[in-house]
């Protein structure tokens, strides 16, 4: 993707020290950025990817989703096929009952977009065959528009709107009106539900730079880089402000309780797309800077605002009027890294190497467990339910590799395709004591942290894990008995 212009910090009016003194930051605090890229007055002056990952990396975005979804709306309004105020039912006479709850039938387009749905949590669950019909299936608890609610399914309805008016996805749609006008080569690849709508609150991926050239849509009313408008100015505007309080307890932030828009979070400097595991775009209008990110910080749950807060005091705080001609970015690759465990390395005092350990009867079904060790790698082979696992890691490093379970859904929801990719480090945080990290960096994110301790002969373990919808077997604490 060539869509950009480039130019250094210096020229954008930002110090190159403050841009590596906000990567610092946010390496030290153990954030884990897949990429950044910062810019100002449309120009790229820094940018960064770890290892993994690239220019070229197609990102899963999850809930930034949302705002793709937001877009195909707005493009529908401008062409005068769809109203804010239409009720969502009437597109849909084959999902609903005879007897639809009036709450459910009173919902409006508007509704959905600024997360004010008639329901409590979202209506469908993975192991729902047609997610859509949930919607209109399931009994409401309040009146829509009269809170606030984070209720994705209400995202999920409208990809099904824009596939029923323009007969085919919403990302197709949104590519022909929007995305091929800003850079992107084809239509992003999306997560589908079981029944095969696209999951519009967390499927799509795109490459960092196809993100930023989508936010930069927003932060210039709906225009690209070309002044061609888009995506209809009244709407964008609309859309980027606060259209219903969402401050739903004593948490305020700079991102909480700001208000919310049509698909977009209000904050207390301009507005954000925001995804699960800090997937972000975060825009600042008045001094037109845009910072984009890729992450999994998935469990960190202060890592967002540190990001916010170490922008602001590096960037945004420090920014002057440069001349933003033409230049060289700022390039920081090297500087990313996966998060290790947060632990002093220790020399381990281990003489189980090999040995096999029974485990306790455990609802996760693990059985037998045998670890072997060396100074630079080690490996774990287990068994689950009869079925031999294989985990291998690094010793204070990362090897990359696969993640022992092949059940995981692919870009259907319950249509597995095989094992995901995955990123392992062990670091002995005690003499007899190893913690190991996990990421599975593939079509999802997700990430597991196991505290291993080999103390009096036995075993024991207690893991914590953060995914959508996965990793669920590793949650929990396992023991053993003594060595077989």
Same mark, same amino acid.
């Given at each position: 993707m060539d869509y950009f212009e480039y130019t250094s910090p210096e020229n954008a009016? $930002? %110090?190159?020290?403050?841009?590596?003194?906000? $990567?610092? %930051? $946010?390496?030290n605090m153990g954030i884990c950025f897949h990429s950044f890229i910062l810019l100002r007055h449309g120009k790229i002056f820094a940018e960064g990817y770890e290892k993994h990952f690239s220019k070229d990396y197609k990102h899963r975005l999850y809930s930034i989703s949302k705002t793709y979804t937001s877009a195909a709306i707005g493009c529908l309004i401008g062409e005068g096929k769809l109203s804010l105020d239409d009720k969502v039912y009437k597109f849909f006479p084959d999902k609903c009952p005879d007897n639809l709850h009036p &709450?459910?039938? %009173?919902?409006?387009i508007r509704h959905l977009l600024m997360m004010a749905t008639p329901f409590d949590e979202t209506t469908y669950s993975p192991e729902d065959s047609d997610w859509v019909y949930t919607f209109f299936n399931t009994k409401p608890s309040h009146r829509p528009g009269s809170v606030f609610n984070y209720d994705t399914s209400g995202t999920l309805v409208l990809c099904a709107v824009v596939e029923r008016i323009t007969g085919m996805d919403f990302t197709k749609y949104l590519y022909e009106k929007v995305l091929k006008y800003i850079g992107y080569d084809e239509a992003p690849e999306c997560v589908r539900e079981p029944a095969g709508v696209q999951w519009g609150g967390s499927g799509v991926f795109a490459t960092s730079r196809e993100l930023a050239a989508f936010a930069l849509l927003f932060m210039n009313s709906g225009r690209n880089k070309d002044g061609i408008q888009l995506i209809p100015e009244n709407y964008v505007n609309e859309a980027i402000k606060p259209q219903i309080c969402n401050l739903e307890n004593n948490e305020c932030s700079p991102f909480r309780g700001q208000g919310y828009g049509y698909k977009i979070w209000s904050t207390s400097r301009g507005f954000a797309f925001l995804g699960m595991g800090n997937q972000l775009a975060i825009c600042f209008p008045k001094e037109d800077i845009l910072l984009v990110c890729t992450s999994d910080d998935q469990g960190n749950g202060y890592a967002r605002e540190y990001i916010f807060d170490f922008v602001q005091k590096h960037i945004v705080d420090t920014c002057r009027e440069g001349k933003c001609e033409s230049g060289a970015p700022l390039l920081l690759d090297g500087m990313l890294h996966l998060a290790m465990p947060v632990c002093t390395p220790v020399t381990p005092d281990f003489k189980a190497n090999g040995f096999t350990y029974k485990m306790l009867e455990n609802k996760y079904g693990f059985d037998n467990i045998t670890f072997d060790i060396s100074e630079t790698e080690g490996t774990m082979t287990y &068994?689950?339910?009869g079925k031999k696992k294989v985990l291998n890691f690094g010793i204070n490093c990362f090897k990359d590799g696969y993640f022992p379970e092949d059940d995981y859904s692919g870009m259907t929801i319950n249509t597995p395709e095989g094992q995901y990719k995955c990123a392992a480090a062990g670091v002995w945080a005690e003499k007899d004591k190893l913690i190991l990290r996990i990421y599975v960096i593939d079509k999802y994110f997700g990430n597991t942290t196991m505290n291993v301790s080999f103390k009096d002969g036995g075993l024991d373990f207690k893991m914590r894990s953060t995914a959508e919808w996965f990793l669920k077997e590793y949650r929990g604490y396992l023991s053993s008995e003594n060595t077989l």
């Open positions: 009016g $930002i %110090d190159s020290g403050e841009v590596t003194g906000f $990567i610092n %930051d $946010i390496e &709450y459910v039938k %009173d919902t409006t &068994y689950r339910f």
